[in-house]
Every structure is written in C-alpha cells, then in structure tokens.
C-alpha cells in the first residue's frame, strides 16, 4: 500500500531465527511467563468464538450469493474435510448431539448440498457426502473466509504475516495432537500385536 512502510529483507534464515526467539527451546511451561499464556489463552477465545459467531457465518454466504444459517456452514465445512461419513461420525467430529446434527443434515440435504448414500459394507448405514452443489459452496465459502482473514490482516507488513502464519500452524498442530486427559486417566495403551521376531516358548 501507499505510504506502508518499508519490508525489511528475509529469507529463510531470518524466518526460522524469528520463530525460534518467539518460542524458546526446552523452556518449561512452569518456568514461562504465566502473562504470556493468559494472554493466549485470552486469544484462543476470541478465535473460537468469532469462529463460530453466527453473524459471521451467514455473512460469508451472503459474500457468495448463498446465505446459510451458521450452523449449517459448521456442518457443511466438517463433512467436505472428511468427504465421507455416517451422521453418528459426523456428530463425532462436531462434538454435538446425534439428533441435533440429523436435523441439520436433513436441511442441507433439502438444499440439495449433501447426499446420502448406502455403505457397500453394511445396507443399514448410510454414508453422507457433499454433493456437486455442496462442494462448489464449501470451496466458494472457504475462499471468502480468507478474504476476511486478508481484510483482518491489512495493516500487517507480509514478515509479520509470514511469521504468524508459520507459529500460528505450528500452535494448531500441537493442540491437535495434545491429550489433555491427566496423566493418570488415560486409558492405558493396547499390546501390540507386531511380531516380536522370537520363538514362542511352549
């Protein structure tokens, strides 16, 4: 933009000497900034709940031509990421009731973006799908959500983008991968079952 001030040169080095300072190896958490991570956490609030704020959500249908409750986006998104499930799987991945998403699931159905079809494995289970329709919506809204973050993120020089795109990532990863259950709750592992390369002893 006109008037922005100056980007100053980087290349990989630079990036990768940014995050590293940004996040200090072998640091324990008891001996961190205890500010630091209220001030995250603060943060991962106001990203959950913009994430699901109804508001929002219908406007990023209203940008494609296409308004939706914002439920129906949340339900929508989830089944084009797993491209195929039953509605008990689906109500799994949202973390909802089965009745609850069974009543949206019709809804987008009656809309014409999600298809039930039967499992070759078990005629009793259907599995869903987006349709044709429903996927060209997914793509269309996916997109329009990134321009808001591009709206949001107008005033940030590209290095502080790249920079937070790059810890922002690595943050998610992390949190996916976390199991939060105490130590002392969690279900103990199952033996495995790979072959051990001894003879067995009679």
């Not at 704020?53 to 989830?78: F, I, K, N």
């Not at 078990?122 to 044709?132: G, V």
């Not at 997109?143 to 922002?168: C, K, M, T, Y």
């Amino acid at each position: 933009m006109p008037g922005d001030a100056p980007t100053p040169p980087h290349d990989d080095a630079t990036l990768d000497a940014a995050t590293n300072a940004a996040v200090p190896p072998d640091t324990p958490g008891a001996a961190a900034d205890a500010d630091r991570f209220e001030q995250i956490q603060l943060a991962i609030g106001v990203v959950a709940r913009r994430a699901r704020d109804t508001q929002l959500l219908e406007s990023l249908g209203a940008r494609v031509g296409r308004p939706l409750e914002g439920p129906s986006y949340s339900t929508l998104s989830r089944l084009a990421l797993a491209e195929e499930c039953t509605v008990t799987e689906l109500a799994r991945l949202l973390g909802l009731e089965l009745s609850t998403v069974s009543r949206r699931v019709k809804a987008l159905e009656a809309e014409g973006l999600v298809a039930r079809t039967t499992s070759p494995t078990d005629r009793r289970t259907s599995q869903l799908r987006l349709t044709t329709e429903g996927r060209e919506l997914f793509e269309a809204m996916s997109s329009a959500w990134r321009d808001v973050l591009v709206e949001v993120l107008e005033d940030w020089d590209p290095f502080s983008i790249e920079v937070f795109a790059e810890l922002f990532s690595r943050f998610a990863t992390a949190l996916d991968d976390h199991d939060a259950t105490p130590a002392g709750l969690r279900p103990e592992p199952a033996p495995s079952t790979r072959p051990t390369g001894r003879v067995p002893t009679l």
